[in-house]
């Protein structure tokens, strides 16, 4: 058997017992050997008849790498007994086969490990940079070998071309490999050196599962090595990394970026990794079609060239701006002399004739930011109106005003600015130019001589109108280029391209909202150092996550201006400054979610906004019911601040409209209500209502349960008194199991689950009697929320409740998650359970964001508790509050809220349903309207905490929040404000699709 005929050459050649496993391999024999003392390795024999020079080189080339950098993530040649890095050795057959032995390294391939993260790929440029940098004086005969993977001589694929018989793809081999000739002398002109040569996907090695950080622990075989120029190989990684990436763009920017750290690139050599990559991609496909002419009944050879298909045909890159990005993001010029420009214009500063025709020294700046503007009310649509009067709090008596370079803002509101088919897809927000504001018709001067390279007009809603492009070279020759948007296109039947503009010539004026694309009227003045791939269609705001190529190529416009960089460059509130100062001012248990926290400053509906204008979906929050900065919560808040805000002790109408309202949603026993601040406040009082009714003590509640954080509310929450380090249970509290029927004592398959469920109510008052408390009551989040969005089988809550008032206690309902529409079906949980309690708690959703709590009861109860002490809580119930309290309940009425939590509920639980039957990992699936959870499991069917928190950080790289809940912290849980909308239900579950498959993968 040829595993111990190998197992015993391993033992007799190098002393190691180990246990075999063949791995795969074309011609030769590869297997890893699990060592006893549990090292692993890779013994490689050869095919028979393998050249010995082919295997030399790379065992000395490994053993190179491991002398010139030894921290280099790259195998080791593990000498024989004797000290021999390579021996020949009988196979079965009696055939010689050149033998050598590597250590295994950890890890998958690359091509198998999700999230292919930037940072990831980074790693990746670096460990090869460092490899070619290792190899750099390695000499060996077989490097000048003649074979077809040596860019360098892949100019054989054009004669071969005509393999390819579809026309359209023929074409785009030919145009790639005409540029590729062109290159050739540049490339050929560039020193050789050893290279790896075939850093493809499974050629690299990445360790890290989960939430483990990945890093690179492996660049292997180097089998494909040869002398080239290091961008080749640079090159033939990058045409691997950009297949099937959704950024390629941003995937190659971090390879290359990764690379120049460890091995510094020259421009001339950048500026090659495009074509070079194309060209790769292009001797693939021609490789793998002249496979198929010959193994015609291989439909591998087929399917191996889509990917690189899909690439070369698909994608939109431009070359250009492409190479500009890549010099960017190693922090090379963008273009050639780029550094010249910048350094003339800083030389130049002052000097310039000045745009409005006056210094702008003086001009005040306006923020037009996300964090400081909230231009506009809705930062997914811009109505003409708004635009028009945009930044209206900025003008004084028609004098200019200056709008910021680099300064996020959510005023782009188009489908155009957006990166992705979805509301949280990326969004390019931040602006690449300096806005002066000033009247319509106010003269714009050039600020150097300049010739027009475009002058049109934009008539889109809220495009440029007018605009004006001129070009500019310095003194030494070079060119450069500004822009000027929002123009009066009375300029159209004077300038035309090619003409000329004399430094100070009064060439434009400034647009209407009519003329300039629907603004208030100002100028949008931008420079940028190259129109490569932008030509006069220039992106006047990029995406945040972008600046490193959109700062390099319009940079800020300032000198032009006469004006101090400063004065105009807009600086973000940093998340590291308000990180440190959390971390300086609050207690460590004031925790944050996610491994990177997300700082938000603005919201809209189901979205939010971070500092830079990223939009988030927000599934997650259920305290803004009706939606973040909802209009009709701003005005009545307003309204009544303006008026007055006082408290209980007066008579306000507001306070009993609230009142008629919350009790409108109730059945009928409920006439007393108490506004208070907090769901915490209003489960304390029910606390005291509930004793001074019955005149116990005693509490029976499920377990793990949470009704607030006062000393009261947390005695009865399970979630916080007994984990570890918390206060443990009072001897008054009774705990009882969850019904949760998917993991609890009684399963679905059981139909008499509810009273059994409920029947362990009985021990628990007997102890509460035995132990003299009494029993004052039950208090029980409906569905319980943090114990793993469960939703206790129907019949539970009255079976219970009827044992409690049996034993003389009232039964409380906690609906501070499960209330008001947010169950679609029913506007409170306990309707569902067909239950009917005697105290209700409503909490945060009420007020939308405001602090006010609720609680009603009988006027039965309410009258045990008036003893004649005062009850007064000073902001429970103030003017304030009850406006925004009955506009929040008016608002789901009027909007239709419960009715969309049950129609998007329902689409968004058969997407999840549809997950649940798709992955393993996914045991549970349940929840109703806009209560959802999602319990995750490994294998054996435990909690899979793990995976969860995986899940949930991941669905935050993606911008959807979401959050996790359960005793073990293992149930994702869903409850996005009423408002949410299909699309993104859909994307919700399409991003958990994709995130499962990783799991699944890992
Ligand atoms: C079911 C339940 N009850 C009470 C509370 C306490 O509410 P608050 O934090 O507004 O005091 C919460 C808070 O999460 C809750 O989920």
Same mark, same amino acid.
């Given at each position: 058997?040829?595993?111990?005929?190998?197992?015993?050459?391993?033992?007799?050649?190098?002393?190691?017992?180990?246990?075999?496993?063949?791995?795969?391999?074309?011609?030769?024999?590869?297997?890893?050997?699990?060592?006893?003392?549990?090292?692993?390795?890779?013994?490689?024999?050869?095919?028979?008849?393998?050249?010995?020079?082919?295997?030399?080189?790379?065992?000395?080339?490994?053993?190179?790498?491991?002398?010139?950098?030894?921290?280099?993530?790259?195998?080791?040649?593990?000498?024989?007994?004797?000290?021999?890095?390579?021996?020949?050795?009988?196979?079965?057959?009696?055939?010689?086969?050149?033998?050598?032995?590597?250590?295994?390294?950890?890890?998958?391939?690359?091509?198998?490990?999700?999230?292919?993260?930037?940072?990831?790929?980074?790693?990746?440029?670096?460990?090869?940079?460092?490899?070619?940098?290792?190899?750099?004086?390695?000499?060996?005969?077989?490097? +000048?070998?003649?074979?077809?993977?040596?860019?360098?001589?892949?100019?054989?694929?054009?004669?071969?071309?005509?393999?390819? +018989?579809?026309?359209?793809?023929?074409?785009?081999?030919?145009?790639?490999?005409?540029?590729?000739?062109? #290159?050739?002398?540049?490339?050929?002109?560039?020193?050789?050196?050893?290279?790896?040569?075939?850093?493809?996907?499974?050629?690299?090695?990445?360790?890290?599962?989960?939430?483990?950080?990945?890093?690179?622990?492996?660049?292997?075989?180097?089998?494909?090595?040869?002398?080239?120029?290091?961008?080749?190989?640079?090159?033939?990684?990058?045409?691997?990394?950009?297949?099937?990436?959704?950024?390629?763009?941003?995937?190659?920017?971090?390879?290359?970026?990764?690379?120049?750290?460890?091995?510094?690139?020259?421009?001339?050599?950048?500026?090659?990794?495009?074509?070079?990559?194309?060209?790769?991609?292009?001797?693939?496909?021609?490789?793998?079609?002249?496979?198929?002419?010959?193994?015609?009944?291989?439909?591998?050879?087929?399917?191996?060239?889509?990917?690189?298909?899909?690439?070369?045909?698909?994608?939109?890159?431009?070359?250009?701006?492409?190479?500009?990005?890549?010099?960017?993001?190693?922090?090379?010029?963008?273009?050639?002399?780029?550094?010249?420009?910048?350094?003339?214009?800083?030389?130049?500063?002052?000097?310039?004739?000045?745009?409005?025709?006056?210094?702008?020294?003086?001009?005040?700046?306006?923020?037009?930011?996300?964090?400081?503007?909230?231009?506009?009310?809705? @930062?997914?649509?811009?109505? #003409?109106?708004?635009?028009?009067?945009?930044?209206?709090?900025?003008?004084?008596?028609?004098?200019?005003?200056?709008?910021?370079?680099?300064?996020?803002?959510?005023?782009?509101?188009?489908?155009?600015?957006?990166?992705?088919?979805?509301?949280?897809?990326?969004?390019?927000?931040?602006?690449?130019?300096?806005?002066?504001?000033?009247?319509?018709?106010?003269?714009?001067?050039?600020?150097?001589?300049?010739?027009?390279?475009?002058?049109?007009?934009?008539?889109?809603?809220?495009?440029?109108?007018?605009?004006?492009? #001129?070009?500019?070279?310095?003194?030494?020759?070079?060119?450069?280029?500004?822009?000027?948007?929002?123009?009066?296109?009375?300029?159209?039947?004077?300038?035309?391209? /090619?003409?000329?503009?004399?430094?100070?010539?009064?060439?434009?004026?400034?647009?209407?909202?009519?003329?300039?694309?629907?603004?208030?009227?100002?100028?949008?003045?931008?420079?940028?150092?190259?129109?490569?791939?932008?030509?006069?269609?220039?992106?006047?705001?990029?995406?945040?996550?972008?600046?490193?190529?959109?700062?390099?190529?319009?940079?800020? @416009?300032?000198?032009?201006?006469?004006?101090?960089?400063?004065?105009?460059?807009?600086?973000?509130?940093?998340?590291?400054?308000?990180?440190?100062?959390?971390?300086?001012?609050?207690?460590?248990?004031?925790?944050? +979610?996610?491994?990177?926290?997300?700082?938000?400053?603005?919201?809209?509906?189901?979205?939010?906004?971070?500092?830079?204008?990223?939009?988030?979906?927000?599934?997650?929050?259920?305290? @803004?019911?009706?939606?973040?900065?909802?209009?009709?919560?701003?005005?009545?808040?307003?309204?009544?601040?303006?008026?007055?805000?006082?408290?209980?002790?007066?008579?306000?109408?507001?306070?009993?409209?609230?009142?008629?309202?919350?009790?409108?949603?109730?059945?009928?026993?409920?006439?007393?209500?108490?506004?208070?601040?907090?769901?915490?406040?209003?489960?304390?009082?029910?606390?005291?209502?509930?004793?001074?009714?019955?005149?116990?003590?005693?509490?029976?509640?499920?377990?793990?349960?949470?009704?607030?954080?006062?000393?009261?509310?947390?005695?009865?929450?399970?979630?916080?008194?007994?984990?570890?380090?918390?206060?443990?249970?009072?001897?008054?509290?009774?705990?009882?199991?969850?019904? %949760?029927?998917?993991?609890?004592?009684?399963?679905?398959?059981?139909?008499?689950?509810?009273?059994?469920?409920?029947?362990?109510?009985?021990?628990?008052?007997?102890?509460?009697?035995?132990?003299?408390?009494?029993?004052? /009551?039950?208090?029980?989040?409906?569905?319980?929320?943090?114990?793993?969005?469960?939703?206790?089988?129907?019949?539970?809550?009255?079976?219970?409740?009827?044992?409690?008032?049996?034993?003389?206690?009232?039964?409380?309902? %906690?609906?501070?998650?499960?209330?008001?529409?947010?169950?679609?079906?029913?506007?409170?949980?306990?309707?569902?359970?067909?239950?009917?309690?005697?105290?209700?708690?409503?909490?945060?959703?009420?007020?939308?964001?405001?602090?006010?709590?609720?609680?009603?009861?009988?006027?039965?109860?309410?009258?045990?508790?008036?003893?004649?002490?005062?009850?007064?809580?000073?902001?429970?119930?103030?003017?304030?509050?009850?406006?925004?309290?009955?506009?929040?309940?008016?608002?789901?009425? +009027?909007?239709?809220?419960?009715?969309?939590?049950?129609?998007?509920?329902?689409?968004?639980?058969?997407?999840?349903?549809?997950?649940?039957?798709?992955?393993?990992?996914?045991?549970?699936?349940?929840?109703?309207?806009?209560?959802?959870?999602?319990?995750?499991?490994?294998?054996?069917?435990?909690?899979?905490?793990?995976?969860?928190?995986?899940?949930?950080?991941?669905?935050? %790289?993606?911008?959807?929040?979401?959050?996790?809940?359960?005793?073990?912290?293992?149930?994702?849980?869903?409850?996005?404000?009423?408002?949410?909308?299909?699309?993104?239900?859909?994307?919700?579950?399409?991003?958990?699709?994709?995130?499962?498959?990783?799991?699944?993968?890992?």
């Amino acid at each position: 058997m040829t595993l111990a005929h190998w197992a015993a050459a391993l033992r007799e050649h190098w002393g190691i017992e180990a246990e075999l496993t063949r791995l795969d391999g074309e011609y030769d024999l590869n297997f890893l050997a699990k060592g006893l003392d549990g090292q692993g390795y890779i013994l490689k024999a050869m095919r028979p008849g393998c050249e010995e020079w082919l295997v030399d080189m790379q065992v000395k080339a490994f053993e190179h790498i491991a002398e010139r950098q030894p921290d280099l993530p790259c195998p080791r040649v593990i000498a024989s007994a004797t000290g021999k890095s390579l021996l020949t050795l009988p196979d079965e057959e009696g055939q010689d086969r050149l033998v050598w032995l590597l250590n295994q390294l950890p890890g998958r391939c690359y091509a198998k490990t999700e999230p292919k993260s930037d940072a990831l790929i980074h790693e990746i440029g670096e460990v090869l940079g460092g490899s070619a940098k290792a190899l750099k004086d390695f000499q060996h005969e077989g490097m +000048t070998r003649d074979f077809k993977w040596d860019l360098m001589r892949a100019g054989w694929i054009q004669d071969q071309l005509s393999c390819v +018989t579809n026309p359209a793809r023929r074409a785009i081999l030919e145009q790639i490999s005409a540029e590729f000739a062109g #290159l050739e002398p540049d490339l050929t002109a560039l020193p050789a050196q050893a290279v790896h040569n075939d850093a493809n996907d499974y050629n690299i090695m990445v360790a890290g599962i989960l939430n483990e950080p990945r890093r690179v622990s492996g660049l292997i075989d180097l089998g494909d090595m040869c002398a080239a120029p290091r961008i080749c190989d640079l090159a033939i990684a990058a045409a691997y990394i950009v297949l099937d990436h959704p950024a390629p763009e941003a995937a190659l920017a971090s390879l290359v970026a990764g690379y120049h750290d460890s091995y510094p690139l020259t421009a001339a050599e950048l500026d090659m990794v495009w074509p070079l990559l194309r060209m790769r991609l292009a001797v693939s496909v021609v490789n793998s079609t002249l496979m198929a002419v010959e193994n015609p009944d291989d439909p591998y050879v087929t399917i191996s060239q889509a990917p690189a298909w899909r690439f070369l045909e698909g994608n939109k890159l431009h070359g250009g701006l492409l190479t500009a990005r890549l010099r960017a993001a190693c922090g090379l010029p963008v273009v050639e002399g780029a550094d010249r420009v910048m350094a003339w214009l800083e030389q130049e500063r002052g000097s310039f004739a000045p745009l409005m025709g006056y210094d702008l020294n003086d001009a005040p700046m306006g923020s037009l930011s996300v964090e400081n503007s909230t231009w506009p009310q809705n @930062p997914f649509n811009m109505p #003409l109106e708004e635009a028009a009067r945009v930044g209206g709090e900025f003008e004084d008596n028609g004098r200019v005003w200056l709008g910021y370079y680099h300064e996020p803002r959510l005023i782009y509101t188009d489908c155009a600015f957006r990166k992705g088919p979805f509301k949280s897809s990326n969004r390019r927000t931040v602006h690449l130019a300096v806005d002066a504001f000033a009247p319509a018709g106010t003269p714009l001067f050039a600020p150097l001589r300049g010739k027009v390279f475009a002058a049109e007009f934009r008539s889109g809603h809220l495009d440029y109108g007018g605009v004006i492009i #001129l070009r500019h070279e310095t003194p030494d020759g070079d060119a450069f280029y500004t822009l000027y948007g929002h123009l009066n296109p009375e300029f159209l039947d004077r300038l035309k391209p /090619g003409e000329t503009v004399e430094k100070g010539e009064e060439f434009c004026r400034l647009g209407d909202p009519g003329q300039n694309g629907g603004w208030a009227p100002h100028v949008h003045f931008q420079v940028a150092l190259s129109t490569e791939g932008i030509e006069t269609d220039w992106p006047g705001v990029g995406d945040p996550d972008e600046m490193y190529l959109w700062h390099a190529l319009c940079p800020n @416009p300032a000198a032009l201006l006469n004006l101090p960089d400063e004065k105009v460059l807009y600086h973000p509130t940093s998340k590291e400054d308000v990180l440190a100062g959390r971390r300086a001012h609050f207690g460590g248990n004031l925790s944050l +979610t996610y491994r990177d926290p997300v700082m938000l400053v603005r919201g809209w509906k189901h979205h939010l906004f971070d500092e830079w204008g990223r939009p988030y979906l927000d599934a997650y929050n259920n305290v @803004p019911h009706v939606g973040h900065a909802h209009p009709r919560i701003q005005a009545v808040a307003a309204d009544q601040l303006k008026r007055m805000n006082s408290n209980t002790r007066y008579l306000h109408p507001a306070q009993t409209a609230f009142a008629e309202k919350v009790l409108s949603k109730l059945p009928d026993r409920f006439e007393i209500c108490f506004f208070v601040n907090s769901g915490t406040e209003a489960n304390e009082l029910a606390l005291r209502l509930a004793r001074a009714h019955t005149g116990s003590k005693g509490m029976v509640t499920p377990d793990h349960g949470y009704h607030g954080n006062t000393t009261g509310a947390i005695s009865i929450s399970a979630y916080k008194f007994n984990k570890p380090g918390g206060v443990g249970q009072a001897d008054w509290v009774e705990l009882v199991e969850v019904a %949760d029927d998917y993991r609890g004592s009684f399963r679905r398959d059981d139909p008499d689950r509810a009273q059994k469920f409920a029947n362990l109510v009985d021990p628990a008052i007997e102890r509460l009697l035995k132990k003299g408390h009494g029993v004052a /009551g039950f208090i029980a989040e409906t569905f319980p929320s943090v114990g793993g969005q469960i939703i206790p089988p129907k019949g539970y809550l009255p079976a219970v409740y009827e044992k409690i008032r049996a034993a003389g206690g009232v039964c409380i309902a %906690d609906e501070v998650q499960t209330g008001l529409g947010r169950l679609g079906d029913f506007y409170f949980g306990f309707e569902h359970q067909g239950a009917i309690p005697d105290i209700v708690v409503m909490g945060k959703p009420i007020g939308n964001g405001h602090p006010l709590g609720v609680l009603v009861t009988t006027r039965e109860i309410a009258d045990s508790f008036d003893n004649g002490i005062e009850f007064f809580s000073t902001f429970g119930g103030s003017t304030l509050s009850c406006r925004i309290g009955k506009e929040v309940l008016d608002i789901v009425d +009027t909007e239709g809220l419960q009715e969309n939590a049950r129609v998007q509920g329902g689409r968004l639980m058969a997407g999840l349903k549809a997950l649940e039957q798709k992955y393993a990992c996914v045991g549970d699936v349940r929840g109703m309207g806009l209560f959802l959870g999602l319990e995750l499991i490994n294998t054996d069917g435990s909690e899979a905490t793990e995976i969860c928190s995986y899940v949930k950080n991941r669905m935050r %790289d993606y911008r959807i929040l979401i959050g996790s809940e359960g005793p073990k912290d293992n149930i994702l849980k869903i409850r996005p404000p009423l408002t949410i909308e299909s699309d993104d239900t859909d994307v919700i579950v399409r991003t958990l699709d994709t995130i499962l498959q990783e799991v699944e993968a890992a």
